[in-house]
């Protein structure tokens, strides 16, 4: 989906921060109670390293946990019958078209203009995302990256039909939504298919591991699996977190230089249609 900014008001974006801030603390502390592992991830491995914070113009949070631990992790909150957090993914809404997962404080809205086409809302979250074993010969790798690329994008179109596209794309997109529905073709069904799939290729010896969730995008995040052997502490806000420990070589390949602010026709956040705190 095209990146956007939205210019919040430094008290909103403020509010909205600390509830996230409110949420990784949570997240963390079932973490720890169940020795589980999580990084922080992209923009907020960034703003750990760069600012040791939030990125100041950042409007989300991102983790991202190795496959085993968020399947742990995701049996322990559901059964929890948790009163303050929902876990938004295929398993709880077989609608949801990602393959991240959201942890999202109840009764509250961070919602972006496609959630009118959906039964289900979005409340102010953490991104989850999940590290796959990604194989190590150059055919099979292909074509791994390959059929996870044509999951993502099948997901996406079988529940939402995005309009803020090229024509083109917007034209196959929309014909791609018609056909899968046409044939009853849910997002929960490909969800599974495709975690099957990727069961293929699990393995603890290989050299790289994947977002998966990325390779909905043109070039999908690649790292090595040595980089998160470790996890370093660091400071972020007014608490410490998880970092991989080859934390260097991840945001190069996710941001360059990345120690320099980008200009700011660069930065960017969400651009949300409803925005409400409930009674936080």
């Known amino acids: 989906m095209p990146l956007k900014y939205n210019e919040y008001d430094n008290q909103t974006l403020k509010h909205l921060q600390n509830l996230e801030l409110m949420i990784l603390k949570d997240f963390i502390k079932i973490c720890e109670e169940n020795n589980l592992t999580y990084y922080m991830y992209a923009g907020s491995l960034l703003g750990s390293v760069r600012h040791n914070g939030f990125i100041p113009w950042d409007d989300d949070l991102d983790v991202i946990m190795f496959r085993d631990?968020?399947?742990k992790f995701k049996k322990i909150f559901i059964s929890s019958n948790n009163d303050k957090y929902e876990l938004l993914c295929n398993e709880t809404e077989s609608d949801y078209f990602h393959l991240l997962s959201k942890l999202m404080l109840k009764n509250t809205k961070f919602e972006e203009s496609w959630v009118s086409q959906v039964d289900f809302h979005i409340g102010i979250n953490m991104d989850i995302f999940v590290l796959d074993d990604l194989a190590?010969?150059?055919?099979?790798?292909?074509?791994?990256?390959?059929?996870?690329f044509l999951y993502n994008k099948l997901l996406i179109m079988s529940k939402i039909k995005l309009d803020d596209l090229p024509v083109v794309t917007k034209l196959i997109t929309h014909t791609g939504y018609h056909i899968l529905n046409l044939f009853g073709i849910k997002p929960s069904t490909l969800n599974r298919r495709c975690l099957n799939?990727?069961?293929?290729?699990?393995?603890?010896?290989?050299e790289c591991v994947f977002d998966?969730?990325?390779t909905a995008e043109e070039y999908p995040q690649i790292f090595k699996k040595?980089?998160?052997k470790e996890v370093k502490r660091i400071k972020f806000e007014d608490i410490e977190v998880n970092i991989p420990s080859g934390y260097d070589n991840i945001l190069k390949s996710l941001y360059g230089d990345y120690m320099q602010l980008p200009p700011e026709e660069d930065r960017y956040n969400h651009i949300t249609e409803t925005l409400d705190f409930g009674k936080y």
């Open 197 to 206: 799939f990727l069961k293929k290729y699990k393995n603890p010896d290989v």
């Open 226 to 228: 040595d980089d998160f």
């Open 69 to 71: 631990d968020f399947e």
């Open 212 to 214: 998966i969730s990325a």
């Open 136 to 148: 190590d010969g150059k055919f099979k790798r292909n074509y791994q990256l390959k059929k996870c």
